[in-house]
């Protein structure tokens, strides 16, 4: 990946080195359904995408169109019926296994007893990894948490308590990054802040990103394709390609440009705009 001369940057990059971490995505033609006692659920009906190593995408539709599916049958904790899901070549199982996929959820769900930092090395203690202390103080930093190492979630805003889950999510240096709705509960000028400071981290990680979210300005402004799916069953209704350059700053949030990928966006989910997938 180009360097983007973003403090930090430079060194991960060299810490990194001679390791190729990224990973990409090829989901092929896969649906999922869901035998209830009401009867057969359709989630997915023959999804197929594919991220770029190192790519940000973000996943955006209406509730119930299978989104958290998706993301759990790339995490590897739910099959497709059909179909099938490379990462780099191999399956989810595998990545996951190799503790080579992170994930963080709109709940942060710490534990409450530990502090900051024993939050987020606690993600290397279970996958089995040698303890790396140097590791999560650069990743508190990296999330912004620095000064707030001994602080126990209780302590912790909302906003600052998803930090801790990113950070969790990147301690075992996944090749992966999973979000599912990771800023949903937050207000709109957090949020926005967020929204970059993952973008700064993402850069500074490389590591292949798919975001959910019910945000289209916050897909937009992160990604470089938004999959807007459709719902019964569960598909891909459009996929939109964000030319923006990197780094974004928050006044493109403004910009003429801006608001036309969005409306794009908004109108695929409307029903009014181009077919596919
Ligand atoms: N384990 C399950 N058993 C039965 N049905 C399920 C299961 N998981 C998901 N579904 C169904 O699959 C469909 C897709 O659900 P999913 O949670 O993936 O949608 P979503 O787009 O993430 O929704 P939301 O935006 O509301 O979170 C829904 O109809 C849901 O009820």
Do not use: Y
């Not at 973003?6 to 080195?17: C, D, F």
């Not at 292949?208 to 807007?228: I, Q």
């Not at 598909?235 to 403004?254: N, S, T």
């Amino acid at each position: 990946m180009v360097q983007h001369g973003i403090p930090g940057v430079q060194e991960l990059a060299t810490a990194a080195e001679g390791r190729r971490r990224t990973v990409d995505i090829a989901v092929t033609d896969v649906s999922r359904t869901f035998q209830t006692s009401g009867g057969t659920v359709e989630a997915l009906r023959n999804v197929s995408l594919t991220v770029p190593a190192g790519g940000f995408v973000s996943v955006v539709g209406p509730s119930g169109c299978g989104k958290s599916t998706l993301l759990r049958i790339l995490a590897g904790l739910e099959q497709p019926t059909a179909g099938s899901v490379a990462l780099g070549g191999r399956s989810p199982a595998e990545r996951v296994r190799a503790h080579e996929v992170g994930m963080a959820f709109q709940d942060a769900a710490l534990l409450p007893w530990r502090t900051v930092t024993r939050n987020v090395a606690f993600a290397r203690e279970m996958a089995g990894l040698a303890r790396d202390d140097a590791l999560v103080a650069r990743l508190l930093v990296l999330v912004g948490l620095s000064g707030f190492e001994r602080a126990r979630p209780a302590q912790l805003s909302g906003g600052m308590r998803q930090r801790v889950a990113i950070a969790r999510a990147l301690v075992t240096r996944p090749r992966l990054l999973l979000l599912d709705e990771p800023f949903g509960a937050l207000d709109e000028l957090l949020r926005e802040n967020l929204n970059m400071e993952l973008q700064r981290i993402w850069m500074a990680e490389e590591v292949t990103t798919v975001m959910v979210t019910h945000s289209v300005s916050e897909a937009v402004l992160l990604s470089d394709t938004v999959v807007v799916m459709g719902s019964r069953p569960g598909h891909v209704a459009a996929v939109v390609d964000v030319p923006f350059p990197r780094p974004r700053k928050p006044e493109l949030l403004h910009a003429d440009d801006f608001f036309h990928v969005c409306t794009r966006v908004k109108a695929v989910l409307r029903g009014e705009g181009e077919g596919g997938g």
